[in-house]
């Protein structure tokens, strides 16, 4: 698969989330639990999400991850319990999209990260994937689409 890098401008985004912490090998089962339970909130409060749900990783311990599993919503909303609002930041991203199953996830990134270095791009701020094939409704894993944004100066 070819990639194609790019920087562009993002406008911060609204969403409701839960942060939590998982090891690699647990991370897709923890992903889809949290995902049901974020979008059940999001009905029961009379909305709809304004996007695909996404994943934003804060930091990476060895195995273990620190990330925030959310789904966009067209207006801030307060949370309630485990389940937070937040916002995207607006600004400066790298981004790639990623074709293909949520294992080779992990060459895509290191492949953007490059770049980044290769661009003079430093980090500015934790990065997160869109999720914008849902897996149960497509199961032609080749035909998943992933795309990573990563916030830059």
Do not use: N
Request: net charge negative.
């Amino acid at each position: 698969m070819t990639l194609s890098f790019e920087t562009r401008q993002v406008e911060s985004q609204p969403f409701v989330g839960i942060r939590a912490s998982s090891t690699m090998d647990k991370l897709t089962e923890l992903l889809g639990t949290l995902f049901g339970e974020v979008y059940g909130y999001i009905q029961q409060s009379g909305q709809q999400p304004a996007g695909m749900p996404f994943s934003r990783y804060h930091s990476m311990d060895g195995a273990t991850v620190d990330l925030e599993c959310g789904m966009p919503v067209m207006s801030p909303m307060d949370g309630k319990g485990r389940i937070q609002a937040g916002e995207l930041p607006a600004g400066t991203v790298a981004t790639v999209t990623h074709m293909g199953p949520y294992d080779d996830l992990p060459q895509t990134w290191s492949a953007l990260t490059e770049w980044m270095g290769s661009q003079g791009l430093e980090p500015a701020d934790a990065p997160w994937e869109v999720y914008v094939t849902d897996p149960g409704a497509e199961p032609d894993q080749s035909k998943w689409q992933t795309d990573i944004f990563f916030p830059v100066r």
